[in-house]
Each structure stands twice: as C-alpha cells, then as structure tokens.
C-alpha cells in the first residue's frame, strides 16, 4: 500500500508563497490503476515529484508499503513526460540501465530488456538508438526501462501528453495490456478526462491553489478495456458520457483564486 | 452533419514516377543546416592561390612582400633537404609537436576532472573560478615574460604557457557540459537506483563528452595559436621559432613555409578531433 498522509507542499517563488498541496490523503493499494486529472497548476506533478521523492514535502508522509519514502529509488518506476532515454545507449541498454545499476551481468541485462520490449511492442527495436524511434515508441521504451527495475508502483507524469490522438489511443490500450499482465500498481497524471476515465481504476480529480483533491470517483472501464472490450465500446457505453461531462462540469467550476500570501 | 466526400481525398492522380519523377520540394531552413560547402569552400581555395599567383607573377606586389607560389614550393624543398637554423626541419616540426602534444595531454588530464569537479561541487567551484576566470582571458604574451622569470627558458616555460592557454577551454566545456544535464535526465537514472558514482560514470559522463571535444578542440586552436608566442622564448627549435627567425631576415618564403606547415598541423589535430566526435558522440545533437 502506497499511503499518502496529510500531504503539503509549499514552494516559494518570487517572493511570494505558493501553496501546492494541501493536506492531501491518497491511499493506492496493490492493483490499482490511479489517475490524477486536473488543469496545470493543481499540484498532480507536485504530488507525484513527492512520491518519486524527488521532492520534499513540507508537511505529512509518504510511506511505500511501511516504509516511509526519502529520495528517490528502484522501488518506484517513473515514466516522465518528457523523453529521458540516453542518446549514447542503444534500446535495450536504456531499458536495462537500471539493471545495470543493480550489477546484472551484460547478458542478463540484454535477455531481460528482450522480454520487456516484447512487452511494449518492441521485440525488434533493442538495437536501434533513440533517435531512430517516434515519440510513441520512445514511450515505450521508457515503460520498458520503467518495468526493468521490478518496481512496486510505476508513476507516469503525462506521459502520453505530446503524442497526436491515434498514437495516444494505442498506447493508452497497450499501458492496459501491461497493467493487467504485471499487476503493477500505477499512479497516472493526465489533464484529459477521457484519458483518466478510460485508464483509472480509480480517479481523483484535483483543483489548483491550494492543490487539493475535490472528487474522487472509482471507474471500471479500465476492467472491461483489459478484458478485451474496444477503447470505442467504452466511449459508447452509457455511464461513460455522463461522467465525462460531470468531470468537466467540476473542472470547469472555477475555484475562488486565493493567493497566499507570504 | 453530412459527409460531403468521402472519397476526394483518394481521387487525385497519384504523380507517375518516370525516369525524371516528380518534382520534389523541401522546406527551406534558417541557416545552411547540412548543405554541402565542400565544393564552394574548394572554389574559393583555388581563386585564392589563383589571385596569389596572379599578383605575384605580374609583379603588383614586390616578392620581398609576398613571395610566388613557385617560390614558397622551391622554399620548402630546399628547407626540408636541408633543414633551417642548423636542424633538420623534423626537428622543428617535432620540437613544436612535442610541445603543443605535451600540453594538450597535461591540459586535458587536468582540466577535464577539474570541470567535472567544478560543475558537480560548490567548493570546488567557488575555488577555482576566481583563479581561471582571471587568468584565461589574458592573453598568453601578456604573461610570457612572468614564465620565463619564473620558469626559465627551457622547454618548461613553453609547455607551461601552451599548458595555460589550453587548459581553461577545457576545464570551463568540461563544467558547461556537466551543468547542461537535463535535471529529468538525472531523476531518471536515480529512479532506476544509481548511486552517486553510477550517476557520474553512466549519465553525467557521456552526457559531457560532446562539449569536453568541442573545448578540446578550442584548445587545440588556441594551442596552435599560442605556440608561436611560446617559441619566442630562447628557442633553436620549433616552427614557431622558424618563422620567428626567418621574419628577421625578410625571408618571407620562410615565413609561408613555416604558416603552411603550422595550419596543416592544426588542420590535422582539429580533423582528428573532428574524427574522435564521430566515433565517441555519433549521438551528438540528437538527443
């Protein structure tokens, strides 16, 4: 269990105080698919720097099963928004980094980044550099590098946020593929509804200064879509279009912007 | 809402490709952004020699100036039959080769810990910033007299000074080349459990090397450059001191030997580095 206990984050900028997130409690327990959706600024790459433990966090604690997180580590995969794969390694090499790490011996290494670039659709690709790549297979790539290190959640900030739409639905199917094979635990950001709607097993949507949780929802399209149920029977069924426009009526409810004074 | 057409998208004639094919366009971009200049830079190499030739030879400059092609060839031949200042020209060639190559080796062993230290550690920073930040704008001559005082005349003064003109490019790309590490880059690799060490050897590393060639290869330059300034000092060998020599016997055709000889010598060391790019960094610029 991923717990998540009266979180704040207070950053200072310009003179000024920004208030970041604000006492918030997240439980995510084994098998969950947890999608944080909101506009920029309300505090969801906060939350999730606070759980890589890249940052600090001013107030409350962050535990991974018992253990309470300080700094960065294997044991939670990220998947950045960005593309951080290294230019200088080849495929497999970048998804066995972190194995490389670890000390696995070459061969090792190369078996295991075979068996997870199958997983992501790669099987062919272990010899090729970044550069050759699409953004989309890039992503991939990272998910595989992700998976290598055997973490116990993997956490994904926008990950699919700069792919075009056609890609994006591709990779939204086979992150579900990969979340019902391996029984990862995933905390997911995303700013669109339909994304978290359609990946979440459970949703919370969060709203800007102070960042905070204003609803939280369970969903089982994701379910259904792991069943083998098309991204497109999921946009038609009939619970998906109200709660979508629910969710866009909350997001739209534009919160009482309060500036916190220094 | 209405279809309008399916298929119009489908129904335009798909241009033969014949022997000619189609005509193909591309975007034009800022700059020459990979176009060949081979052929131009060629062209231009030869109207120059053409234009020396031409005004050497219908005598619109006096040889004591500029002397003929002929001249410099016939020049060189004769000094590498018989050497110049009593030496062998290999000798002058080896002694500046020497120097420069001593240099370039101390230069790079020092200043590329040096940078990776001083991009990666506050202390380090703030200690050796003052001293290079003084001195590496300086220009080399201004600070010759303070090494032969020092150092003396022998080959020590010279490694020195071309030690100090190379060695600060390196060590500031080395630093550059640490700070220009994406911070994503950095949290990636410790997501993926590298330790402090592993994140030097693995991430910070490699991801230095394009601007620690890049400041090798500015030093190389600046070596080249500076060299002629360290051979003043109570030389008898070096290219630098041939040309030196042969200015105060107007022996101009000298002087162009020895200019000839010194850019074939950086051209090589910048080509090899330029080589070394290619076979360390194929990834440069496309990550």
Known sequence: ???????????????????????????????????????????????????????????GRITLDGRAIAGPGADRGVVFQKDTLMPWLDVADNVALGLRFAGLARKARREKAEGLLDLVGLRDFGRSFPHELSGGMRQRVGIARALATDPDILL??????????????????????????????????????????????????????????????????????????????????????????????????????????? | MTVIDKLAAFEGEVPSSGATGPRTVRMPAFGISGQPTTLISLVTASLLVGAWWFVTEYGLVSSLFLPRPAEVLHQFVVVARDGYAGAPLIDHVGASLFRIGLAAALAILAGIPLGLLMGLNRFAKGILDTPIEFYWPLPPLSYLPLMIIWLGIGETSKVTLLF????????????????????????????????????????????????????????????????????????????????????????????????????VCAFSFAHAVRLAERLLVPWRGRG
């Open chain 2, 164 to 263: 100090l003109a190379m060695f600060a490019p390196i060590c500031l790309a080395a630093q550059s080349g640490v700070r220009s590490l994406p911070v994503e880059r950095a949290q990636a690799a410790r997501t993926l459990g590298a330790t402090r060490l592993q994140l030097f050897a693995h991430i910070v590393l490699p991801g230095a090397l394009p601007e620690i060639l890049t400041g090798i290869r500015i030093a190389l330059g600046v070596g080249w450059g500076t060299l002629v300034a360290a051979e003043l000092i109570a030389s008898t060998r070096g290219i630098g001191f041939l040309i030196m020599s042969a200015a105060q016997f107007l022996a101009t055709d000298v002087v162009f030997v020895g200019i000839a000889i010194i850019s």
């Open chain 1, 156 to 262: 994904m900030d926008e990950p699919f946020g700069a792919l075009d739409s056609m890609t994006r639905e591709q990779m939204q199917q086979l992150l579900v593929d990969v979340w019902h094979r391996t029984g990862k635990r995933i905390f997911f950001i995303t700013h669109s509804i339909e994304e978290a709607l359609v990946l979440g097993t459970h949703i919370i949507v969060m709203s800007p200064r102070p960042g905070r949780i204003v609803a939280r929802y369970r969903a089982d399209f994701v379910r259904r879509l792991a069943e083998g149920a098309s991204l497109k029977e999921i946009r038609l069924s009939d619970s998906f279009g109200p709660l979508r426009e629910e969710i866009r009526d909350i997001l739209h409810r534009d919160p009482e912007p309060k500036e916190e004074a220094a």
């Open chain 1, 1 to 59: 269990m991923l717990k998540i206990e009266n979180a704040s984050v207070f950053f200072e900028g310009r003179g000024r105080i920004v208030h970041a997130l604000d006492r918030l409690n997240l439980d995510i327990a084994d098998g969950d698919f947890v999608v944080a959706l909101g506009t920029s600024g309300c505090g969801k790459s906060t939350l999730l720097n606070a759980i890589a433990g890249f940052l600090p966090l001013s107030e």
